[in-house]
């Protein structure tokens, strides 16, 4: 019998590339895994890893292992939620991924309306951003993965997981009340900006809106947390491109506008493949639905 476990860890191997990456992300230590796909080795009966440098490379063998587990474990993720839903009671610890906004505009609702509904179900609530977040999702560490797309942004799918769209968030000119320029980002060429790190989609993004708009911004603040853009535009010292969960409309002395063609960003949850029907997720994703978080437009059901 074959540990699915150990399999896991062969394919994030062939995903990763070395033992160090696994146990780094998987938060195991390297001799560990070696143990663990030693162990693999002696099950299959057959050489799984070769020398390759100071690294190690899987053989033909292992590749072929890595792609019935692929197979193995989507269906191991259907007979969980098969084995799930004869139950009565939607029941059991649900891991969430979430980005900040997410966490502080979306997942509250949702936990309100879960401990009404489904008093046994435990959440656990983790704020990461989605490219952390998706690795730890296909390895087994969460089991769903709230994550957001900007517009002309696309991210790549693994093959391993399984996307449902959840809704879409606008994305605003967000300037300090004081400021006279107010209604246009073509105005604002001379200002400061506060954005997110060079690399990230959102940073990408409000660069590009940028620069349709005639203009290389002034960033001279970055940071990954929303609040810190708001706090910085409520005190006059910077622009901001921001989306609708971030609460702009809740704080005092800015002003938020609207943006040619009213670009939104996509909100979607992401689980692995085969899991979309296990009790757990469905609860989690009804109650994001159900809820009318602020400023967010629900997306239809394509489940």
């Known amino acids: 019998m074959l540990d699915l476990r150990r399999l896991r860890l062969l394919r994030e191997l062939a995903r990763r590339g070395t033992i160090t990456a696994v146990a780094e992300a998987l938060s195991y230590s390297p001799s560990a895994v070696s143990q663990q796909l030693a162990a693999l080795e002696k099950e299959t009966g057959v050489r799984l890893l070769e020398p390759a440098g100071r690294r190690v490379r899987l053989t033909a063998q292992a590749d072929l292992l890595v792609a019935h587990t692929e197979l193995l474990l989507e269906e191991m993720e259907r007979t969980q939620a098969a084995l799930a839903q004869s139950l009565n009671e939607t029941v059991g610890t649900l891991r969430v991924a979430a980005f900040q906004t997410a966490v502080l505009r979306l997942v509250p609702y949702a ?3 879960l401990a009404q509904q489904h008093p046994r179900l435990r959440v656990e609530v983790t704020e990461l951003e989605p490219e952390v977040a998706h690795p730890a999702l296909v390895a087994g560490e969460f089991d769903i993965v709230l994550g957001e797309e900007y517009p002309g942004h696309p991210l790549p799918r693994a093959r391993e997981t399984e996307r449902r769209d959840l809704l879409t968030d606008e994305l605003r000119l967000i300037t300090p009340a004081v400021w006279s320029e107010r209604s246009s980002l073509s105005e604002l060429a001379s200002r400061p900006f506060v954005m997110e790190p060079v690399g990230s989609t959102a940073r990408e993004w ?27 535009v409520e005190n006059g010292l910077a622009a901001a491109l921001l989306p609708d969960l971030s609460g702009a409309g809740d704080r005092h002395n800015v002003v938020s506008h609207p943006l040619h063609d009213r670009p939104r960003r996509q909100i979607f949850t992401t689980v692995r493949r085969g899991a979309t029907r296990h009790p757990k997720v469905q609860a989690f994703t009804s109650a994001l639905k159900a809820q009318q978080a602020p400023a967010a437009r629900p997306e239809p059901d394509r489940t």
Do not use: K, M
């Open 111 to 113: 936990l309100t309306q």
């Open 206 to 232: 409000a660069t590009a809106a940028c620069r349709q708009a005639g203009f290389e911004p002034d960033v001279r603040y970055t940071s990954t947390d929303l609040q810190i853009h708001l706090r910085l």
